[in-house]
């Protein structure tokens, strides 16, 4: 099975802040990677697709990049709306796998 | 607007089981692939199973592979997963999710790559 580490776990930031969230893969996964977004109590909802793809109506503050095993997904602007947890899944095969996921919490 | 309803869950006693179901609707439901994921209490995001459109074709977790079954009726817009011999460790909340509109292959397994939408999900307790 493909392991996907997320990295941190959590953190704490301030509004307006940059946040980086990274997620590496244990094998090449070319760039067969989703990031999520699950607020609390919610189901998880779609952001990013292949990598890098911003999924319609998500905005712009979000952002994803990486190829092979290193990926990093960026909110380029902290707001109070984005607190939640975070997780990329791979789909380079099965099973299905999702990152431990990161907590973003505000300061 | 694309809506996915689960129902089903409840408190089940171990080596039981139970099915639950996803009622979709504002979408093309027999052109999607679906699939379930769970989520333990505090826990991240595993992934349980997955359908074709048509149905012809399931994947399942190892986890789970000859213990649940997938399933859907695209008559009725309603994709299932019948779950026996339910486990402890398997308390969850169980979310159906959406395909995106391609499959992806690999190693001769079609499945969706993505989840595009998620309902909001049942939440099945097995203890005795």
């Known amino acids: 099975d493909i392991q996907m580490t997320q990295s941190p776990s959590s953190l704490s930031a301030s509004v307006g802040d940059r946040v980086t969230i990274t997620c590496q893969a244990s094998q090449d996964i070319s760039n067969y990677l989703n990031w999520y977004q699950q607020k609390p109590g919610k189901a998880p909802k779609l952001l990013i697709y292949d990598a890098s793809n911003l999924e319609t109506g998500v905005p712009s503050r979000f952002s994803g990049s990486g190829s092979g095993t290193d990926f990093s997904f960026t909110i380029s602007s902290l707001q109070p709306e984005d607190i939640a947890t975070y997780y990329c899944?791979?789909?380079?095969?099965?099973?299905?796998?999702f990152g431990g996921g990161t907590k973003v919490e505000i300061k | 607007e694309v809506q996915l309803l689960e129902s089903g869950g409840g408190l089940v006693q171990p080596g039981g089981s139970l099915r639950l179901s996803c009622a979709a609707s504002?979408?093309?439901?027999?052109?999607?692939?679906m699939s379930w994921v769970r989520q333990a209490p505090g826990k991240g995001l595993e992934w349980v199973s997955s359908i074709s459109g048509s149905g012809s074709s399931t994947n399942y977790a190892d986890s789970v592979k000859g213990r649940f079954t997938i399933s859907r009726d695209n008559s009725k817009n309603t994709l299932y997963l019948q779950m026996n011999s339910l486990r402890a460790e398997e308390t969850a909340v169980y979310y159906c999710?959406?395909?995106?509109?391609?499959?992806?292959?690999?190693?001769?397994?079609?499945?969706?790559?993505?989840?595009?939408?998620w309902g909001q999900g049942t939440l099945v307790t097995v203890s005795s």
């Open positions: 504002g979408f093309t439901f027999s052109n999607y692939a």
């Open positions: 899944q791979q789909y380079k095969d099965l099973p299905l796998t």
């Open positions: 999710a959406k395909g995106g509109s391609l499959q992806f292959c690999s190693a001769g397994s079609c499945y969706p790559p993505v989840f595009d939408y």
